[in-house]
């Protein structure tokens, strides 16, 4: 993580959270999907956060700091996230969903996004010495007329956009909102904590997709739906 100097003690800022968790975004899906993903060295300000086309995922933060991480995926970079992941799995091309609209898609891009912000709570406890915790990944596929913003309900919002590109350079965008705050150490006293490995996180994935899966049943699935529908206020 990147910090800056201020009457000698170590400051870390938004910035410093945002390129940590740009790099949990850039290991788990690199190690995801076996291929280079990497993010632009610009950040842009912007002043909401807002889940937008072709699929949108976001997740809820708080404790230490409290916050909000959105990723929106165009329909090329999700798929192409997909496609490689479930290929490195050990499926074939006949087994894979042929649209970014289908729920096995979805699903591949929530647990995903979990394994990202999973590996960026791991990154806070190290560098920041506090703790948060996220709720489960909300998805969306989204059409081209609609854009939905998402309060965050933070006191002092500060939010930044980071572009990512995929190995065929397909685009997604990663927004992140939190409350305007510093991190200010000061004592160096080390506290050992364990690096999340991302290999590790994919094994234990295909450890699970290896056991018996039940399919849920059809009203099961409408009523996550509706939840949320019901969280964004639609």
Do not use: W
Not at 174 to 194: G, V
């Amino acid at each position: 993580m990147t910090v800056t100097k201020s009457d000698d003690h170590t400051v870390f800022t938004t910035e410093d959270v945002l390129l940590s968790l740009c790099h949990s975004v850039t290991n788990v899906l690199s190690a995801a999907s076996q291929s280079d993903v990497r993010f632009s060295g610009i950040v842009q300000r912007i002043t909401k956060t807002c889940l937008k086309p072709d699929i949108g995922c976001f997740v809820l933060f708080d404790g230490g700091f409290s916050g909000l991480v959105v990723i929106n995926f165009s329909a090329a970079a999700a798929m192409e996230l997909y496609e490689n992941y479930m290929l490195n799995m050990g499926l074939t091309k006949d087994d894979l969903a042929i649209s970014h609209t289908s729920d096995e898609v979805s699903n591949v891009m929530g647990e995903l996004m979990n394994q990202i912000v999973g590996s960026f709570t791991v990154n806070v406890g190290r560098e920041l010495q506090t703790h948060i915790n996220q709720n489960q990944p909300k998805m969306l596929v989204l059409n081209k007329q609609v854009m939905l913003s998402v309060d965050t309900n933070l006191d002092n919002p500060e939010s930044r956009r980071v572009t990512f590109f995929t190995a065929r350079n397909n685009i997604f965008y990663l927004e992140l909102a939190m409350d305007k705050t510093e991190f200010i150490r000061i004592h160096h006293d080390d506290i050992a904590q364990e690096e999340l490995d991302p290999d590790a996180l994919i094994a234990q994935t295909r450890e699970h997709a290896a056991q018996p899966a039940t399919t849920p049943p059809a009203a099961a699935a409408k009523d996550d739906h509706d939840d949320l529908l019901d969280s964004l206020g639609i």
